[in-house]
C-alpha cells in the first residue's frame, strides 16, 4: 500500500526537523570545541608572558560568571569555596553557632540567637559585641566576614572574646559548632477558634513531612475548622516536596506541575504520589511579592485545582527549574533546564530571559500577550507572571518614624536595656507594653537625641535649593523658614501619633528575647492584617465557596480594597 500524500508530509517533516536538530547540535559540539581551545590557549599565553603572576582559578571564575550573566540570574557556578554556603541555601543547614547578626559601628554583634542552638546554649544574647574569633580581632570585620569565622566543621570550637552589652569589660567564651537546620516550619498553632496556622519558610528535605505533622498536631488538639498555610517570604525549593504538600489537600494521582525543556529528561509530570490528608477542609494560603518557585507550585495548583483560597499580594513569578551538575574539582553547576506549568496549563514565569536580543529591560510580559486559562471549576487564571491571589491583601507598611526607630536601632537598644532589668516576662498571650513602659521609651529616645528626615523636609530642602539657584530665596526666606519650624514642632508629636505600631515594634522585640524564633512569630501574628482577613474568610462558609465558585464580589470593608 501506498502512503497517502499527508503521512508523506508527516514523514518529511519529521526528517526535516531531526536533521535540523542534528545539524544545530554539531555546530554547536564544533563551536564549544573551538572554543574551549582558544581559551585554553589564551591562559596558557597569559600564565606565560603577561608582566606580572596570573591567578588561574580566579580569571576562571570571572570567566565563568561573566559566560553565565548572558543567561538567566538563576543559572550559576559554585567554586569548592562556596559549597557550604550552597549547601545551606538548598538544604537549610550549615555548621555554625546559630545566631543572626548584625554590624553597628567598628563590630559585628549578636542580634538574635537561635533557641536550643550553640550560642543560645553558650549564653550568648542580643547586643553582646564580638571582640575576636579564635585569637583574629573582629574589628573593622563586616557581617559577611564575621559569618565565614563563625562557621566550620560540626564539633569543632569557636574561641570568641565578647563584651556584653552594658558591660565594658570583655570575657571569653568558648562554643562547640553544631549543624544548623533552620526549621522549615517556625511555627505552628491555632490563630483562632478552630483554624490552625502553619508558617512555611523553605522548601527542604521534609518540609512535606513537616507540614502534615504541624497538621496532623492541629487537628488532635481541637476541632479543626480550617487552616492557614502561610508561604509569604518564602522563596521555593524542592520542587517534590511542593507536591507532596499539595498531596496533603488533594487525592492521589492529581497533577500538580509539568516541566518542559530542550531536553526529553526534562519533561516530566509530577502527580501526587499518596491518599490525601484532609480533603474537604477549607484552606487559605498566604502569598506575598517574595513568594517564589516552589511557593507558586504550591499556591498555583490550589487554585487551579479550587481547592483553596489564595490571598495577599502577586507572588515573584518564577517558573524556572534548576538541576545541579557534578564538576571536576568538587564544584557544581545549578542550570535552568525546564519551565514548570501548573494545572490549567499556564507557565506563571515572569520574566523572558531567553529572548535572543537579552534585552530584560522589558521584564514582564506584556498585557497583549498575556493568556487566560479555566481553573477546574471554570474560574478565569491568567499566566504573565506569578499567582495573582483570589483576595488581595496589602503589605503592611509603616511610618517613617517607626522605620527609623527600628533602622537606627533605637528599639533593639532600648530592648537590650530592658532585658539587663527583667529576668522574665509574662506569656506572649498576656505581655503587652504599658503606659510607663512607652514613657520609658520616649525618655530614652529623647536622651538619645534621635531625629530623623521626613519626605516633606526632603522635598522643602530641594525647594530652598531650587529658590537659591533661581534667585527666588530673599523673597521666600521667611515663609520657608516658618514652615521648616512648623514642621519640627509636627515631628515632635509623631512618636505619639504613631504609638499603635511603634509600641507593637517594641513588643515583638522584647518577647523575643524571652521566647525566640516561635514567640516572635507568635506576637507579630496578633496584629497581622491577612490573618485577621484569612480568618474571616474561613469563618465564613458563603463567602469561601463564592471565592472558588467564581461569583466572589470584594466588599469595600475587606482588607483587598
Keep these: ?281 477549607p484552606l487559605v494560603i498566604l502569598v506575598d511579592d517574595n513568594s517564589a518557585s516552589a511557593s507558586e507550585i504550591v499556591a498555583g495548583s490550589i487554585q487551579d485545582l479550587d481547592r483553596g483560597v489564595i490571598m495577599g499580594e502577586r507572588t515573584y513569578g518564577k517558573g524556572l527549574v534548576q538541576n545541579i551538575v557534578n564538576l571536576p574539582y568538587n564544584s557544581k553547576v545549578k542550570i535552568t533546564v525546564a519551565k514548570y506549568y501548573i494545572p490549567s496549563g499556564r507557565c506563571i514565569q515572569a520574566i523572558d530571559y531567553f529572548r535572543e536580543d537579552h534585552d530584560y529591560a522589558a521584564k514582564k510580559v506584556p498585557d497583549s500577550l498575556i493568556s487566560a486559562f479555566k481553573t477546574r471549576a471554570g474560574r478565569t487564571v491568567y499566566d504573565g507572571g506569578g499567582i495573582m491571589p483570589d483576595v488581595k491583601v496589602e503589605s503592611r507598611s509603616f511610618s517613617q518614624i517607626s522605620g527609623d526607630l527600628y533602622a537606627q536601632n533605637y528599639i533593639f537598644r532600648f530592648v537590650n536595656n530592658y532585658v539587663l532589668e527583667h529576668d522574665s516576662i509574662p506569656p506572649v498571650d498576656e505581655f503587652q507594653v504599658s503606659d510607663s513602659l512607652f514613657g520609658e521609651f520616649k525618655a530614652f529616645v529623647t536622651s538619645q537625641a534621635f531625629d530623623y528626615h521626613t519626605e516633606t523636609e526632603a522635598l522643602l530642602a530641594q525647594m530652598e535649593s531650587s529658590a537659591t539657584r533661581e534667585s527666588y530665596l530673599p523673597a521666600i526666606n521667611d515663609q520657608l523658614t516658618s514652615l521648616k519650624e512648623l514642621i519640627r514642632e509636627e515631628k515632635k508629636k509623631d512618636i505619639d501619633k504613631h504609638r499603635s505600631e511603634i509600641e507593637e515594634m517594641i513588643r515583638v522585640e522584647i518577647i523575643t528575647r524571652y521566647y525566640y524564633q516561635k514567640g516572635k512569630i507568635e506576637a507579630a501574628l496578633e496584629n497581622d492584617p491577612a490573618i485577621k482577613d484569612a480568618v474571616d474568610i474561613l469563618d465564613n462558609k458563603a463567602v469561601y465557596d463564592s471565592i472558588l465558585n467564581g461569583t466572589y464580589v470584594a466588599k469595600k470593608t475587606d482588607a483587598s480594597k
Design 1 to 281: 500500500m501506498k502512503p497517502t500524500r499527508q503521512l508523506q508530509y508527516v514523514f518529511l517533516m519529521f526528517l526535516f526537523l531531526t536533521t535540523f536538530t542534528v545539524s544545530a547540535q554539531e555546530k554547536n559540539n564544533f563551536e564549544i570545541a573551538k572554543n574551549l581551545e582558544i581559551y585554553a590557549d589564551l591562559l596558557r599565553q597569559l600564565n606565560i608572558n603577561y608582566a606580572d603572576n596570573i591567578n588561574p582559578g580566579d580569571l576562571n571564575t570571572t570567566a565563568i560568571n561573566a559566560m553565565l550573566e548572558k543567561l538567566d540570574p538563576f543559572t550559576v557556578y559554585v567554586p569548592e569555596s562556596k559549597l557550604e554556603d550552597f549547601e545551606l541555601m538548598t538544604k537549610g543547614e550549615y555548621g555554625g553557632i546559630g545566631a543572626l547578626i548584625q554590624q553597628q559601628g567598628d563590630y559585628v554583634i549578636i542580634s538574635e540567637p537561635y533557641e536550643d542552638f550553640p550560642a543560645q546554649k553558650a549564653g550568648l544574647k542580643a547586643g553582646d559585641e564580638i571582640i575576636s574569633i579564635n585569637g583574629e580581632s573582629a574589628k573593622g570585620k563586616n557581617t559577611n566576614q564575621v559569618s565565614e569565622k563563625l562557621k566550620g566543621v560540626p564539633g569543632s570550637t569557636c574561641d570568641l572574646v565578647v563584651k556584653r552589652y552594658g558591660d565594658s569589660l570583655t570575657q571569653q567564651v568558648s562554643i562547640v559548632r553544631e549543624k544548623i537546620k533552620i526549621p522549615n516550619i517556625p511555627y505552628s498553632g491555632y490563630v483562632s477558634d478552630g483554624i490552625g496556622y502553619i508558617s512555611l519558610s523553605q522548601f527542604n528535605p521534609n518540609s512535606a513531612l513537616d507540614v502534615k505533622n504541624a497538621f496532623s498536631k492541629l487537628a488532635s488538639e481541637g476541632t479543626l475548622k480550617g487552616i492557614i498555610l502561610d508561604l509569604r517570604g518564602n522563596g521555593g525549593g524542592l520542587l517534590n516536596e511542593a507536591v507532596d504538600i499539595v498531596n496533603i489537600f488533594e487525592p492521589k494521582n492529581e497533577l500538580v506541575v509539568t516541566t518542559k525543556g530542550k531536553t526529553r529528561a526534562s519533561v516530566q509530570t509530577h502527580v501526587t504520589r499518596n491518599k490525601e490528608i484532609d480533603g474537604n477542609i
